[in-house]
């Protein structure tokens, strides 16, 4: 395709691992099956990625990237899982005056057994997005505007929707006259929430 580049790979791989959950004794002995109290456990592995950017000629640049891993486990079934990062990032630099980035991606990865309190492989899903105007009124003073956004769900054997949402924002001010060292000032302020869980909290 022109002005595009691609890539793309795949690797498989075995695993051996002494302690592949980290559980209590009366939680592995569920957990195993028959009664095994080994926590011995030999997976596989199997990851495929693919890559895509722009050549950089022009303005406009945009990145996207997918990685997927699937994991199978030998000796505890419910350990098998499949991962996924996905994203992508775009940016546009129009001239000097102003230029703008957004980058957003979604994630799919298992959390420790020890901190959800489960039995099996729980995936948690992370999507987040972010966006950055950079102004520059005049050649040395430079305005950043950061908005972000991002959304957590971990299905807990006690909640099965429970979320952590969040949304940040930054507001810079940078001086772009003193070389290679920037000075400036910078304002953050965050929001988040709980939901899907009883008592759910925000700050």
């Known amino acids: 395709m022109a002005g595009i580049d691609l890539s793309a790979g795949a690797t498989v791989g075995v695993e051996y691992n002494t302690n592949p959950i980290e559980l209590s004794n009366a939680e592995a002995s569920q957990f195993s099956a028959g009664g095994k109290e080994d926590l011995d456990d030999t997976s596989r592995h199997l990851t495929a990625n693919v890559a895509a950017k722009s050549d950089?000629?022009?303005?406009?640049?945009?990145?996207?990237?997918?990685?997927?891993t699937r994991v199978e486990s030998e000796n505890f079934s419910k350990l098998g899982h499949s991962e996924h990062n996905v994203g992508g990032s775009l940016d546009w630099k129009p001239g000097r005056v102003f230029?703008?980035?957004?980058?957003?991606?979604?994630?799919?990865?298992?959390?420790?057994?020890?901190?959800?309190?489960?039995?099996?492989?729980?995936?948690?899903?992370?999507?987040?997005?972010?966006?950055?105007?950079?102004?520059?009124?005049?050649?040395?003073?430079?305005?950043?505007?950061?908005?972000?956004?991002?959304?957590?769900?971990?299905?807990?054997?006690?909640?099965?929707?429970?979320?952590?949402?969040?949304?940040?924002?930054?507001?810079?001010?940078?001086?772009?006259?003193?070389?290679?060292?920037?000075?400036?000032?910078?304002?953050?302020?965050?929001?988040?929430?709980?939901?899907?869980?009883?008592?759910?909290?925000?700050?």
């Open 99 to 203: 230029d703008v980035s957004v980058q957003a991606s979604q994630n799919r990865v298992p959390v420790g057994l020890a901190d959800v309190g489960g039995v099996q492989a729980t995936l948690q899903t992370t999507r987040q997005a972010q966006g950055t105007l950079r102004l520059r009124p005049t050649p040395r003073w430079q305005l950043g505007l950061t908005p972000g956004w991002s959304d957590q769900k971990t299905p807990l054997s006690y909640a099965e929707d429970f979320h952590f949402r969040e949304t940040n924002g930054t507001v810079a001010l940078d001086y772009l006259g003193a070389g290679r060292l920037v000075p400036g000032l910078a304002v953050n302020e965050a929001r988040g929430r709980y939901s899907g869980i009883a008592n759910a909290t925000r700050y």
């Open 56 to 68: 950089g000629n022009g303005p406009l640049q945009m990145q996207l990237e997918a990685l997927y």
